[in-house]
């Protein structure tokens, strides 16, 4: 396929010339197609997952199997979409302060959030009707100091009740 110029237009949403793959703290949020309820609801404030929830956070849960050099926070998996804290960089040295051999995985954000879209649709499609699980691309905020990291925790972790204000809430 050849580039035409009035239909490939995508500009990208990353901060230009940032490197992902640097060690760091970042917010990331991953929400489903079309804002789709597939992982559960919200009754009283609590998020109550359904069995695609529980699956959505075993998979987030498993990211570090994956990808040693992630660590992660913070994390809820919503009606619709998912937010979590993701630290890269956190396990990267091995013997002798060595870095570990990559084994060609991209050592990216951009590369865990893809296995971790890859996993839930495999199990989506493997187990249910729904084959378009996620909205194209994912939100990302680098976390840079202690302040950001605290009220980002707390919006995390309070996002259940502010569910019928949330922005994701359809």
Request: proline share 5%; net charge neutral; aromatic share 12%.
């Amino acid at each position: 396929m050849t580039f035409n110029p009035n239909t490939h237009h995508r500009k990208s949403i990353r901060l230009r010339g940032y490197d992902y793959s640097q060690a760091g703290l970042y917010f990331i949020t991953i929400c489903t197609h079309e804002r789709m309820p597939l992982f559960g609801e919200i009754i009283d404030g609590k998020m109550m997952p359904n069995e695609t929830g529980m699956m959505a956070g075993k998979c987030w849960c498993a990211i570090p199997d994956h990808f040693p050099w992630a660590m992660l926070d913070e994390f809820i998996v919503m009606p619709n979409h998912v937010h979590g804290i993701i630290t890269i960089g956190a396990n990267d040295v091995g013997a002798n302060n060595h870095l570990p051999l990559r084994h060609g995985t991209s050592r990216t954000i951009g590369s865990i959030v893809r296995g971790f879209k890859i996993g839930v649709t495999k199990w989506f499609r493997a187990n249910t009707d729904v084959h378009v699980v996620w909205q194209r691309n994912y939100y990302e905020h680098i976390i840079r100091d202690e302040e950001a990291y605290l009220k980002i925790a707390e919006y995390i972790q309070t996002n259940p009740q502010r569910w019928s204000e949330d922005t994701y809430h359809v």
